[in-house]
């Protein structure tokens, strides 16, 4: 995780940085548009900022606006965001071989910051968990420079929508940039035949399910992709693909 | 400057609000955090951690998809949507750089360079 000084002076830390330094500026107009979104739909200055600083994480907080501006308890409040984070929870899963040698608050604070696209990033630069303690070292200080920046530009961005709110117009449209970032990195990954019929296979899902409440549709999307993935595997019993570099 | 801050920006913050933001992130850490939460040695069963290799291409699909092709809940029926050209565009970038160099950085770019005249322009 970033806040350690002893990851910076790691040549990873710095791949990991420059690796997400070229997304950034999608995930910087997509913050910025999330703090206009908080701000025009209701919420003070103050508590937007609050948002932005503390939640980091984007489809929790816009599916939580319309929640705490409509006074619902909080209990429901809190359950929401959950269930649009529960992605999350599958890539912890796929996370936990990687970081189980950190003493517990610092894996705390790893989860914290590893959004989507740290992820996405981590585990497409570490096939495997590293079995050295110098590897270990190299893949946290990877993880920690990459997810650095991801949370600087995030925020920060953020931090400008929220302040700049009545002066950007929300039609121009600039949060595709987000997606297009997303989209980038999906090209990226799209490595192997069986990941094309993933992307497809959840797309369609996530399209076709999307009436169900609490964007559940993109966990469906991700069971119903990967249990395909499975079932079309010729050999089961192999070990997993190993990425081409 | 007074001006400025009076005209949008309010200081006023609810302490039921504040305190929901706070859950919230709360929320985040045990979310991204579930299965390495607890010390008690797991492992995932072999069929699992093959089948995870498939999950970070479904999740960002399942994101970006519906993104693309539906507004507010359903499905477009036109062609005359930015989003759709500005996507292709940017994938198809993407692709004829085979993914080398800056080839993400590009693929906004590039998407954006289709979607906003179309969108701002046209009115797609």
């Known amino acids: ?61 816009l ?26 929870v599958v890539f912890s899963a796929h996370m936990r071989p ?8 610092q894996r705390l604070v790893t989860g914290y910051f590893t959004a989507d ?23 946290m200080a990877y993880l920690a420079g990459n997810g650095g920046i991801n949370w600087f530009s995030w925020v920060s961005f953020s931090v400008l929508g929220v302040v700049l709110a009545n002066f950007i117009p929300t039609a121009w449209g600039l949060g595709f940039a987000g997606v297009l970032a997303l989209t980038g990195i999906l090209c990226s990954l799209a490595t192997s035949r069986l990941r094309w019929v993933s992307a497809g296979v959840a797309g369609t899902t996530a399209v076709a399910a999307f ?23 010729k050999r089961p019993s192999q070990a997993p693909e190993v990425e081409t570099p | 400057m007074m001006e400025f801050f009076s005209s949008g920006l309010s200081a006023y913050a609810d302490t039921n609000t504040l305190w929901t933001i706070f859950w919230m992130a709360v929320i985040t850490v045990i979310s991204r955090s579930f299965f390495f939460i607890s010390d008690t040695p797991w492992t995932l069963p072999a069929w699992a951690q093959r089948g995870l290799q498939y999950a970070p291409i479904a999740a960002l699909s399942a994101v970006v ?20 050209y500005g996507f292709v565009g940017g994938a198809v970038y993407f692709f004829w750089r085979k993914g080398a160099g800056q080839a993400v950085l590009g693929t906004i770019i590039s998407g954006m360079a289709v979607y906003l005249p179309l969108h701002i322009g046209l009115g797609w």
């Open chain 1, 1 to 61: 995780m970033f806040p350690l000084s002893a990851n910076w002076r790691r040549p990873e830390f710095r791949q990991g940085f420059f690796d997400m330094l070229s997304v950034a500026p999608g995930i910087a107009a997509w913050g910025l548009m999330t703090g206009v979104a908080m701000v025009k739909s209701g919420m003070t200055t103050l508590e937007a900022l609050a948002m932005s600083l503390l939640v980091f994480a984007g489809s929790s907080q």
């Open chain 1, 117 to 139: 696209l740290t992820y996405v990033l981590f585990v497409k630069r570490f096939a495997k968990p590293a079995d050295s303690e110098e590897g270990r070292a190299g893949q």
């Open chain 1, 211 to 233: 009436a169900l409440p609490l964007k559940l549709n993109i966990l469906v999307a991700i069971a119903a992709a990967v249990a395909l993935c499975l079932l079309l595997e």
């Open chain 1, 63 to 88: 599916a939580a606006i319309p929640l705490l501006l409509a006074g619902a308890p909080m209990w429901i409040i809190l359950a929401t965001a959950f269930c649009v984070n529960l992605r999350f």
């Open chain 1, 98 to 105: 990687y970081v189980m040698h950190l003493p517990r608050w």
């Open chain 2, 65 to 84: 998809i519906p993104e693309v092709v539906m507004t507010q809940g359903l499905f477009i029926h036109t062609l005359m949507d930015a989003r759709l």
